[in-house]
């Protein structure tokens, strides 16, 4: 299994630009979430998905927007970058008992 | 709301030293708990775990975590730490009612000196 797989890597975008980062996992795990991880901030949750075709917000979730059309993939929309959204965004899956597998990062640069 | 502190924000220890991180929840209901490791430069990994029964929980790598419900407290151990656990670590939360989601605490950075 691959587990929880996020691309791009690195990313750089010019503010207002937008992009998707991709998020796809294989466990056949119900529950997604995207994290994004800021310096003396930890990680803060951005959206989530409960199931296909279910998203809901996180504590973060302006300037994004997500959608879970199947099992495995939950891509994250910029709508329109802003640098205070310059981060590092992992990508997360789990099953139940709350034990969630995360992704290695993509790291975003907004100019 | 859920929240999680962790007051250590950089320690640096001596290789062989104890190692205790420090990490207290605000919830008044039944919680999980967890304990996450980020190597340089890698993704987050699972520690240890906390659901239910013996409040002493032991991990991966040596590293073992006390759960003391009277304090809000789920704080991360290692009799003897090594230049391999330099790592950011990381204390989360999850009320069993409501969202299935984690709560972060912002981490602690651990440096070993060899």
């Known amino acids: 299994n691959a587990g929880v797989t996020q691309t791009p890597k690195f990313q750089v975008l010019k503010t207002g630009q937008s992009m998707t980062l991709q998020c796809a996992q294989d466990?056949?795990?119900?529950?997604m979430s995207w994290y994004r991880q800021d310096p003396g901030m930890g990680l803060r949750l951005i959206h989530y998905?409960?199931?296909?075709?279910?998203?809901d917000q996180g504590e973060v979730p302006n300037g994004y927007n997500v959608s879970r059309s199947t099992t495995e993939d939950f891509p994250l929309r910029l709508l329109s970058a802003a640098p205070s959204q310059t981060s590092v965004y992992f990508c997360?899956?789990?099953?139940?008992?709350?034990?969630?597998?995360f992704g290695p990062g993509t790291r975003l640069t907004v100019t | 709301a859920q929240s999680v502190s962790q007051h250590n924000h950089h320690v640096i220890l001596s290789e062989a030293a104890s190692l205790e991180l420090g990490c207290n929840y605000s919830y008044g209901g039944t919680v999980n708990l967890f304990w996450y490791v980020q190597y340089p430069g890698q993704h987050l990994q699972l520690l240890l775990k906390?659901?239910?029964?013996?409040?002493l929980v032991k991990g991966i790598k040596g590293f073992e975590a006390e759960f003391i419900k009277s304090k809000f407290s789920f704080n991360l151990r290692k009799p003897s730490v090594q230049w391999s656990d330099t790592a950011e670590y990381f204390c989360?939360?999850?009320?069993?009612?409501?969202?299935?989601?984690?709560?972060f605490g912002t981490g602690t950075r651990l440096t070993v000196i060899p």
């Open positions: 906390y659901f239910s029964g013996d409040p």
């Open positions: 989360a939360v999850n009320a069993r009612t409501g969202a299935n989601n984690l709560f």
């Open positions: 998905s409960v199931g296909a075709g279910i998203t």
């Open positions: 997360a899956s789990w099953a139940t008992l709350y034990e969630q597998y």
């Open positions: 466990m056949n795990h119900e529950y």
